[in-house]
Every structure is written in C-alpha cells, then in structure tokens.
C-alpha cells in the first residue's frame, strides 16, 4: 500500500504529469493508520488483502480520520461483490492486478485531482456560507431602515405590497 503525501522536491514525477509526489510504503494497515493520524496525506492506494485488515477495512478507517482522502483499491481477487462495496463507501477506482504503471498513472492523477477539487468546493462553500449570512445581516439593518408605514399597516402599506410611497408622510 502506498500513502501519497504532499508535492515535495525529492518524490517521484509522473512520467506525463511531471508532478513530484512524496510516496510512503508500508507493510500493514496498522501502519498506514498511524501515519495517516501523523501526517495528512493526498491518496491511498492499497490491496484488498492485508494483513490484520482487508484493504476496505482500512480504507473505511482512512477516511475516519481524513474524510477527504481519495482512495484507490487494487487486487488480484476482484469480485463484483467487493468491488460495489468499495464504491459504495468511496473508493475512486478498483484497479485489477496484474497492471503497469502506464495504466494506474492516470488513474492516480484523476484521484488526486478529485481531492483537489473537493477540498477547493469546501472553501468556495465556506466563502459562500460566510458571504450569504453577511447579506442576511445587511437585509436586516436595511429593513431597519424601512420607512415607519410599511410597519404599520393601518397607514394603508402591507409591508409586503412593494416599495411605499409615503416616505416623508407624517405619522
């Protein structure tokens, strides 16, 4: 299994991609889990069959602790059965082994593009929830500023009937 960490100078690039990646590989679960509660990462690819865990034990536990890991499911047991399982809680791809580099490269920058992406739909949606209750609050200082028939309908105004006509009548 490998954990996919942040861009950093001494990584491996994507033949295509030119993208420098740090990699860490490790020999269990257990491992991966540890180092994933250490150091945030991008992707995990991993087997199916592991010991102490199955590979969609570990990625159910992965995804525990970073919710927006993207993770990538690879073996040479595939079955229908495990591989909705696997969609079902998340996984981007379920990769068939034996493969070459050539054909998982593509699938490994689609996976880290699809975390990118979601992690920039998170902040826009911040900015937006932010932005939208800061147009809440100015509605509600302009409605204090409404003029004093349309809160008070015995003048003739529902407040609701659309802009009055009465500002600078008297009271």
Request: hydrophobic share 40%.
């Amino acid at each position: 299994m490998w954990l996919t960490m942040k861009p950093y100078k001494e990584g491996f690039e994507y033949p295509s991609g030119g993208r420098r990646i740090r990699r860490h590989g490790l020999s269990n679960a257990r491992d991966a889990l540890n180092a994933l509660r250490e150091q945030p990462c991008d992707l995990l690819l991993t087997d199916l069959r592991l010991p102490c865990l199955s590979g969609t034990e570990l990625i159910r536990e992965a995804l525990k602790i970073s919710p927006d890991l993207s993770a990538i499911l690879m073996t040479g047991h595939g079955s229908m059965e495990t591989a909705v399982e696997a969609m079902q809680m998340g996984v981007l791809d379920y990769i068939l082994k034996p493969f070459k580099f050539t054909e998982i490269s593509p699938v490994i920058r689609r996976a880290l593009e699809n975390r990118r992406l979601r992690l920039q739909n998170a902040v826009l949606l911040a900015k937006v929830t932010v932005a939208n209750q800061r147009l809440t609050d100015l509605n509600a200082d302009l409605d204090s500023f409404c003029c004093p028939c349309c809160a008070r309908p015995e003048l003739g105004h529902a407040p609701d009937s659309g802009p009055c006509n009465r500002l600078g009548q008297p009271l």
